[in-house]
């Protein structure tokens, strides 16, 4: 999804931002880049190809020698970024977090009217750009920032950097988060507050959907009211998040252990242990364990020595053997026991199938519970924050192969009180191989989480509540097609 930060100092700002952002390895595996305005007020870019090599390797060497009191980074999922440019406004940098649905027919407007794009890599219009030539089109910078939310169909939240300070804009359905942090001296906006406890910063708040705020030398200054309401995406706090981290005052790890909870109250299973998948699920199974005064006990221990999570092969085959590599069972503590395994979620299931269960039952478990944290995975997210296609998605696999066709409307698959549900997750129990298989409820998930239902994005299970644009333009778009095996 992209993790976006940025920073204002009386004093040099390079440490704070270099930091900063690698606390957003997390969310992107493409490129890392800072931006930061030198002594003359111009802005200078840095953007580094991370897909094979952390943030901290390729930034670390040199940042000593850059002297800057205001700068900003990113930890990219797709395009390079920030980038920088010469306006009517002065010189900026920007950076962007989410997703424009209609890119092709806003570029093409642009370039009608005769603006010209430079970043285009083998035909794809680079987001942040078009961003950023969206807001020059405004009289002045919040106008720009807001007649672009008023163009694009999708959701956008970013950081502006002019050599005055740094505007910093949440996407109007708040999709994803931001939040301001300061210290003495210092003032941050980041999207995972994880980013603030070490460099010594405490939350000041969460920025409102739609609200833009300037951060200067003078403090903040409120450039656009937030509005109220926000449909922050849900998976943030079942898997994409860091633990440390908070979102609209409700902290992830906390979220997780709820859920764990929930899961436990409502299974039957006797186990002998509790366990997660490292990293989401661990804390998925403290929770479970919490709750059913299970033992929580390591059967999988995540082997982290050169596995930065950023690391990210182009190769299946490399990948798959990376997957492989990463988790150890430990049989001193799988032999003989029955096993509670809760994990964040369920995509395609073959990680889970070829690699976890079967190194548990090698190990010796006897018994192997699945306990997702979440409801089955039904539609791709929308926003681009976690990117997959309904062909990846085991729960799509299992209707096509029950039904024997792709079908359309999957609302009875939905409903974990109909039989057909219950013979979508026996299919995939099957295809796991494990002894039990039980999902996450919606409702008790979004209680884990604490926020009314509509302020949260559930597309990915349920397969509406997104803004009506984004809907409309979904539905015009050529259908998927799912190839039943
Ligand atoms: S569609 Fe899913 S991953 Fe995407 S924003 Fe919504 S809940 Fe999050």
Request: charged share 25%; hydrophobic share 35%; proline share 4%.
């Amino acid at each position: 999804m992209s993790g976006l930060f940025g920073v204002i100092s009386t004093n040099n700002c390079i440490s704070s931002l270099y930091y900063g952002t690698d606390y957003h390895t997390h969310l992107g595996t493409e490129y890392g880049g800072i931006a930061f305005i030198e002594k003359n007020g111009q802005p200078v870019k840095k953007i580094h190809d991370i897909k094979n090599s952390q943030f901290k390797s390729k930034f670390y060497e040199g940042s000593d020698k850059i002297k800057s009191h205001l700068g900003i980074g990113v930890i990219s999922d797709r395009d390079p970024q920030p980038l920088t440019f010469e306006s009517k406004f002065g010189a900026f940098a920007i950076c962007c977090a989410g997703l424009v649905a209609n890119k092709e027919h806003l570029a093409k407007e642009l370039i009608e009217k005769g603006v010209t794009f430079s970043e285009i890599d083998r035909g794809d219009i680079n987001t942040t750009e078009l961003v950023a030539h969206l807001i020059n089109e405004g009289k002045s910078i919040t106008y720009g920032i807001e007649r672009m939310y008023e163009k694009i169909i999708g959701s956008i939240s970013l950081l502006l950097l002019t050599k005055n300070g740094i505007y910093c804009a949440r996407d109007r359905n708040g999709v994803t988060p931001l939040a301001i942090g300061q210290k003495t001296g210092e003032t941050a906006v980041a999207s995972e507050t994880c980013a603030f406890p070490n460099l010594g910063f405490t939350v000041k708040k969460y920025v409102a959907p739609g609200e833009i705020v300037f951060l200067s030398k003078k403090g903040l200054e409120g450039k656009k009211k937030g509005r109220p309401g926000s449909k922050i995406c849900a998976f943030l706090w079942v898997y994409t998040g860091f633990p440390a981290s908070t979102y609209e005052g409700i902290n992830v790890e906390k979220v997780r252990e709820n859920c764990g909870m929930f899961l436990a109250k409502r299974d039957t299973v006797q186990a002998d242990l509790v366990s997660g998948i490292p990293d989401s699920g661990v804390a998925h199974a403290i929770g479970y364990a919490m709750e059913s005064k299970m033992p929580y006990r390591r059967v999988l221990i995540k082997y982290t020595p050169g596995y930065g999570r950023s690391y990210t092969p182009l190769s299946q085959e490399l990948r798959d053997r990376i997957a492989l590599m990463k988790l150890i069972a430990n049989d001193a503590i799988a032999q003989g026991n029955k096993v509670v395994l809760c994990e964040d979620s369920i995509v395609r299931g073959t990680q889970l199938k070829n690699f976890t269960v079967m190194k548990l039952m090698q190990a010796g478990a006897k018994e192997v519970h699945v306990r997702p944290a979440c409801p089955p995975l039904m539609f791709p997210c929308v926003y681009n924050l976690s990117t997959r296609t309904i062909q990846e998605l085991v729960a799509r696999r299992a209707i096509c192969a029950l039904e024997g066709k792709d079908v359309e409307d999957v609302s009875e698959y939905l409903n974990p009180t109909s039989e057909k549900y219950h013979r979508m997750v026996e299919w995939i129990r099957k295809d796991l191989g494990v002894t039990s298989l039980q999902y996450q409820l919606l409702d008790d998930m979004v209680e884990a989480i604490g926020l009314p239902k509509e302020r949260l994005c559930l597309y990915c299970w349920i397969g509406k509540g997104v803004q009506k644009n984004l809907q409309s333009y979904q539905e015009t778009r050529p259908k998927e097609i799912l190839t039943c095996e």
